[in-house]
């Protein structure tokens, strides 16, 4: 097995600047989770395959459990735990609880980001294209249909 190399990294995270020195193969969900104690984005497969690991990279949703964090260097990151600080983010979250679009709740955070990535870029999605936006999301416990009740309905709010 080959050494591991350090990597320093300058990211701005949910607004504030952090300076990272991590192994250069890190990616970012452990930095998130490990380094920096934000908790709210998740790791679920590990394969870009689930979509809980979602954050926002300069207003879109990036899947950041398998892409080294040296790729997001000198970007601006908003987490789950940021979300709120936008009209929109409030937006969203008020339309996931008032449309109980959660059921075990461990894809509701990347469901979010992704929601509100979203409507940051297309104010007003239709059907195929929430759906599109959605697509490397899993939810197992069913709540799917109530997800896209809840962004139709933070669209309209």
Same mark, same amino acid.
């Given at each position: 097995?080959?050494?591991?190399? !350090?990597?320093?990294?300058?990211?701005?995270? %949910?607004? #504030?600047r952090?300076?990272?020195?991590?192994?250069?193969?890190?990616?970012?969900? +452990?930095?998130?989770?490990?380094?920096?104690?934000?908790?709210?984005?998740?790791?679920?497969?590990?394969?870009?395959?689930?979509?809980?690991? $979602?954050?926002?990279?300069?207003?879109? !949703?990036?899947?950041?459990?398998?892409?080294p964090?040296?790729?997001?260097? =000198?970007?601006?990151i908003?987490?789950?735990?940021?979300?709120?600080?936008?009209?929109?983010?409030?937006?969203?979250?008020?339309?996931?609880?008032?449309?109980?679009?959660?059921?075990? =709740? +461990?894809?509701?955070?990347g469901?979010?980001? !992704? $929601?509100?990535?979203?409507?940051? %870029?297309?104010?007003?999605?239709?059907?195929?294209?929430?759906?599109?936006?959605?697509?490397?999301?899993?939810?197992r416990?069913?709540?799917?249909?109530?997800?896209?009740?809840?962004?139709?309905? !933070?669209?309209? #709010?």
């Open positions: 097995m080959g050494a591991c190399h !350090a990597v320093s990294v300058s990211l701005t995270i %949910n607004g #504030t952090h300076d990272i020195a991590s192994d250069l193969d890190t990616p970012l969900v +452990y930095v998130l989770r490990d380094e920096l104690k934000l908790k709210g984005t998740k790791f679920g497969c590990g394969l870009e395959q689930c979509g809980a690991c $979602a954050v926002m990279v300069e207003g879109k !949703a990036v899947l950041s459990c398998v892409t964090v040296e790729v997001f260097d =000198g970007k601006e908003t987490t789950i735990e940021g979300i709120a600080e936008t009209e929109i983010g409030q937006r969203v979250q008020r339309a996931f609880v008032e449309e109980t679009a959660a059921q075990c =709740g +461990y894809c509701t955070p469901l979010v980001v !992704a $929601a509100v990535a979203l409507l940051e %870029n297309t104010p007003t999605p239709d059907s195929e294209t929430t759906k599109r936006a959605l697509t490397p999301h899993l939810c416990c069913g709540s799917h249909p109530r997800v896209l009740k809840a962004i139709k309905r !933070a669209t309209t #709010t």
